[in-house]
């Protein structure tokens, strides 16, 4: 491209001259005296400035055309040129979020706290507007994203009227060691709601970072009052 460049920059420079140097003919032509000056001579000296004129027009329009298709190529070339940069950049950004996606693994989860993460205090509340709910389903989202990553906490209430239940969704990256901490964290979790007494049934569903179901079902409490699990998909090693 900047060989392209230089060249059109060049054919321009010797087209700028030619019509500088018809200039400079003309002018010095003007510049004849003819004042004492036979019929002759001003005869022969006006054929020659018609003469040169012709040529300074056909000059002029060699040059005019001659700019205008080197204006043409060079647009047509930086055209080009931004697209190939465009296309280029767009793989450029796509090799980076590839290698980052294949870079460095993310960090395992945590453990679940044994004493818990406090769903109970949280859960249980006469107060239960829309926006008191939104704002426990946010609170518990953000205290299990180290447990489950990209953890959405959502309750809601279930057939009765003093009973909920309780969507958990989240996203975890799955290595055996991520698998086996999730699997203990789910278990955590149920042991902490199933001290909920009013809540009857729990449905979890984590995918991988492709989409994939890693962990998938239902606890349902039964009539002794404990969650039974009804597994669709379960690879968590808990």
């Known amino acids: 491209m900047r060989v392209i460049t230089l060249g059109c920059l060049f054919i321009m420079g010797i087209i700028s001259l030619f019509l500088m140097y018809r200039m400079l003919v003309h002018f010095r032509l003007n510049r004849v005296s003819v004042n004492k000056s036979s019929r002759l001579f001003k005869l022969k000296l006006t054929q020659f400035k018609q003469k040169e004129l012709r040529k300074s027009l056909i000059y002029l329009l060699v040059g005019s055309s001659a700019s205008i298709i080197v204006s043409i190529v060079t647009i047509y070339r930086l055209e080009i040129t931004m697209k190939?940069?465009?296309?280029?950049?767009?793989?450029?950004?796509?090799?980076?979020?590839?290698?980052?996606?294949?870079?460095?693994?993310?960090?395992?989860?945590?453990?679940?706290?044994?004493?818990?993460?406090?769903?109970?205090?949280?859960?249980?509340?006469?107060?239960?507007?829309?926006?008191?709910?939104?704002?426990?389903?946010?609170?518990?989202?953000?205290?299990?994203?180290?447990?489950?990553?990209?953890?959405?906490?959502?309750?809601?209430?279930?057939?009765?009227?003093?009973?909920?239940?309780?969507?958990?969704?989240?996203?975890?990256?799955?290595?055996?060691?991520?698998?086996?901490?999730?699997?203990?964290?789910?278990?955590?979790?149920?042991?902490?709601?199933?001290?909920?007494?009013?809540?009857?049934?729990?449905?979890?569903?984590?995918?991988?970072?492709?989409?994939?179901d890693l962990y998938k079902g239902s606890y349902i409490r039964d009539d002794e009052g404990q969650f039974r699990f009804q597994s669709e998909l379960r690879k968590g090693k808990g």
């Open 84 to 212: 190939d940069i465009t296309t280029n950049n767009r793989m450029l950004q796509s090799e980076v979020r590839s290698m980052k996606q294949k870079g460095t693994p993310s960090a395992l989860l945590e453990e679940y706290p044994t004493s818990g993460i406090g769903l109970k205090k949280n859960l249980v509340s006469n107060n239960q507007t829309i926006e008191h709910k939104e704002k426990v389903e946010h609170s518990i989202s953000n205290q299990l994203h180290p447990y489950i990553d990209k953890a959405n906490f959502v309750f809601s209430s279930g057939s009765e009227s003093d009973t909920f239940s309780i969507l958990l969704t989240g996203s975890v990256e799955s290595r055996n060691a991520n698998l086996v901490i999730l699997g203990q964290n789910i278990s955590a979790f149920i042991r902490e709601i199933s001290e909920i007494k009013n809540i009857s049934e729990i449905q979890i569903n984590i995918n991988d970072q492709n989409g994939n």
